[in-house]
């Protein structure tokens, strides 16, 4: 099993630009969310899913839009990026819909906006 | 919302000395989990409490669960260099309303060890 993989690692862009960050599970996990991490504040949630079709906003979405058409599959665009959202991002899934069971998180994607 | 504020931000220890990081919430938690991040990786689970007043204990890491399910620590004894990172809890709020499911990640404590 691959676990959590994201892509790109690395993301260079400018303000205005939009993106797409993928993230795919090879778990079988219903839920899937994606986090923000910046320096001091900790993991901040953006958007996660219980399921194929069901999507909710987290802490931070403004900015964020994500859809979810298959179990494996939660990617996260950016529509307009700001420098603000120069970030690193983790998506994370968990085999437990009901929230209590443990995240695996992928490796990150570090985005930088100009 | 819920808050989960958590402290210290850093600490910095001799190899051999204990180290501990405190974690408290604004609500009462359904449960509480614990991850650790090692510089440049990604948060790995360490472990979940859900019983109020709970202790488990992992090789030198024991972790504990208030006794009002507000607020928990983790303790490492006699710190070693592997045990360098940034140390997050993760508070589940009890309950329903829009917070529901919610896991919310404190802010972190980076631990250095000096050799």
């Known amino acids: 099993n691959a676990g959590v993989t994201q892509t790109p690692k690395f993301q260079v862009l400018k303000t205005g630009q939009s993106m797409t960050l993928q993230c795919a599970q090879d778990?079988?996990?219903?839920?899937m969310s994606w986090y923000r991490q910046d320096p001091g504040m900790g993991l901040r949630l953006i958007h996660y899913?219980?399921?194929?079709?069901?999507?909710d906003q987290g802490e931070v979405p403004n900015g964020y839009n994500v859809s979810r058409s298959t179990t494996e599959d939660f990617p996260l665009r950016l529509l307009s990026a700001a420098p603000s959202q120069t970030s690193v991002y983790f998506c994370?899934?968990?085999?437990?819909?009901?929230?209590?069971?443990?995240?695996?998180f992928g490796e990150g994607s570090r985005l930088t906006v100009l | 919302g819920q808050q989960v504020m958590q402290i210290p931000q850093y600490q910095h220890v001799q190899e051999g000395e204990d180290f501990t990081t405190y974690c408290n919430s604004s609500?009462?938690?359904?449960?509480i989990q614990w991850y650790k991040q090692r510089p440049g990786g990604h948060p790995v689970f360490l472990i979940q409490l859900v019983k109020s007043g709970e202790v488990k204990k992992q090789k030198r890491l024991t972790f504990q669960f208030g006794e009002a399910k507000k607020n928990s620590s983790l303790h490492i004894t006699a710190t070693q260099t592997t045990d360098v990172g940034t140390y997050f809890c993760?508070?589940?709020?009890?309950?329903?309303?829009?917070?529901?499911?919610?896991?919310?990640f404190g802010q972190g404590t980076i631990l250095t060890v000096h050799p």
């Open positions: 993760a508070g589940l709020p009890s309950g329903g309303g829009t917070s529901y499911g919610k896991l919310t």
């Open positions: 609500t009462t938690l359904s449960n």
């Open positions: 778990m079988n996990h219903e839920y």
């Open positions: 994370a899934s968990s085999y437990e819909g009901q929230f209590t069971g443990e995240l695996f």
């Open positions: 899913s219980v399921g194929a079709g069901i999507t």
